[in-house]
């Protein structure tokens, strides 16, 4: 049996998307295919406490890397927007930097600092260079009627939408830094 | 050795100068971790990300090179520029041992 489920994550939020994939396979559901934007596809399986890790790779997606993590007891699930889903078994786990795709501050910042440079400043970028111009053009053109009217509430939710994530996304992986480094 | 080699390696992550002295023969990822775990008695474990991330950067900055291919992976081994490095980190920690028993160090 199949089920898909809708859920948003954030780029911010991939530790607790992890954790809800392991959960999720804790009550018996397996992840089994990801659609873009944000559908999950589960089967359903034996109740398995399986630890689920998400890299960000943004199409540098080799055959050498797959194969290393395939070495390294990974099993490869999907791909969704440049980020890359995998899981191991929690009782093939020898040790704690065994869950973990990264076992030292350094790579783990860097895989932070990637996420913040290649999609949260193009995030800052698109808002400012099409939303906002977008929202300021269709306000101060008051004569555009209906249609014109229709354009200024949709600019006007788009940028409601925009400013929320990013301010959530942009103190939270600000918060991740800060953590890391402390370490 | 530049500049910017020295600023990036000097001193090296933990993980960085195991992976870097295991490179001392050619080697594929998961055999150097493998190694680092027997050498060390299970104290120094590096992750797949990490390890791939710091063999992606030790080779573009020509520290180690492609050695060649088995299976799908890819083996490297240490090269003229990965030696230097390799042998100002020994130093260094050779210092920090001697200094840690109190033993002085000649320049």
Redesign the interface.
């Known amino acids: 049996m199949r089920k898909t489920v809708f859920h948003i994550f954030t780029i911010a939020d991939f530790n607790e998307e992890e954790e809800w994939l392991r959960n999720k396979h804790k009550n018996g559901w397996k992840l089994v295919k990801m659609t873009p934007p944000c559908f999950y596809t589960f089967e359903k399986c034996e109740p398995e406490d399986v630890v689920y890790r998400l890299?960000y790779k943004n199409s540098k997606r080799t055959?050498?890397?797959m194969?290393?993590?395939q070495?390294?007891g990974?099993e490869y699930l999907a791909e969704c927007f440049g980020w890359l889903y995998f899981r191991k078994g929690a009782d093939s786990v020898?040790?704690e930097?065994?869950a973990?795709?990264?076992?030292?501050n350094?790579?783990r910042l860097?895989?932070v600092n990637h996420v913040v440079k290649t999609r949260f400043f193009p995030l800052c970028v698109l808002f400012l260079c099409c939303v906002l111009p977008g929202l300021t053009n269709t306000v101060l053109d008051g004569n555009g009627g209906i249609v014109g009217a229709c354009f200024s509430v949709a600019f006007g939710i788009l940028f409601a939408i925009y400013v929320v994530l990013i301010l959530y996304c942009g103190a939270k992986l600000r918060k991740m830094k800060k953590q890391i480094s402390k370490l | 050795m530049n500049d910017k080699i020295r600023r990036i390696y000097a001193p090296m992550?933990?993980?960085g100068f195991y992976i870097l002295y295991c490179l001392q023969s050619p080697q594929?990822?998961?055999g150097i971790?493998r190694q680092v775990k027997e050498m060390t008695g299970?104290t120094v474990?590096?992750?797949?990300?990490?390890?791939?991330?710091?063999l992606s950067k030790m080779e573009k900055d020509g520290l180690i090179r492609f050695h060649s291919e088995e299976?799908?992976?890819?083996l490297y081994c240490i090269t003229d520029v990965g030696r230097e490095v390799l042998e100002i980190e020994i130093k260094r920690i050779e210092r920090l041992y001697k200094n840690s028993k109190g033993e002085m160090v000649n320049a």
């Open positions: 890299d055959e050498d890397y194969m290393m993590l070495d390294f990974w020898a040790s930097q065994d973990e795709l990264f076992s030292d350094e790579s860097e895989m | 992550t933990e993980s594929h990822g998961y971790s299970g474990t590096i992750s797949a990300g990490t390890m791939y991330g710091t299976e799908k992976r890819k």
